[in-house]
């Protein structure tokens, strides 16, 4: 596990915390610290929320005395920040509802315009079983697209 890229009360919290990075994490690190836009697309559980929030956690801790961070998606897992951090540096954590229909579709015309596709695996229909489980192995690279016909 690579973690030297993180500031070292981070990698050490990490360390301490999780048994090891999953394979999400391990990809999306570097392009999230080097400011990369950064889509992470996996099953819950494999840790892609934490792989967001630990650089976002770091830079926060980077950020000194009174920085904030501002969250903007939701997603129903939890985000882990050790207290001492916070505490120490007068930081702080905050929410912005930024997910209005019209922010969705002007994300959708962007996507078009600059032609994100999404990574899937596309399996049909009859090998639907196949592909939830190569899904909750976390080998699926990123999501398991299930098509009606062959």
Known sequence: MNLEIFHPAVARWF??????ATPPQQDAWPAIKQGRNTLIAAPTGSGKTLAAFLAAIDDLVRLG?????VVLGASPEPIQVPPVLLITGRRSISGWPSGTSADS???LKFSVMA???PM????PLERAAEGYA???EGKARFRVVLTPHG
């Open 15 to 20: 360390g301490k915390t999780f048994p090891d």
């Open 65 to 69: 005395v009174d920085g904030k961070l």
């Open 105 to 107: 579709e002007d994300t």
């Open 115 to 117: 032609n994100v596709r």
């Open 120 to 123: 899937i695996e596309k399996y």
């Open 134 to 136: 190569r899904m909750l």
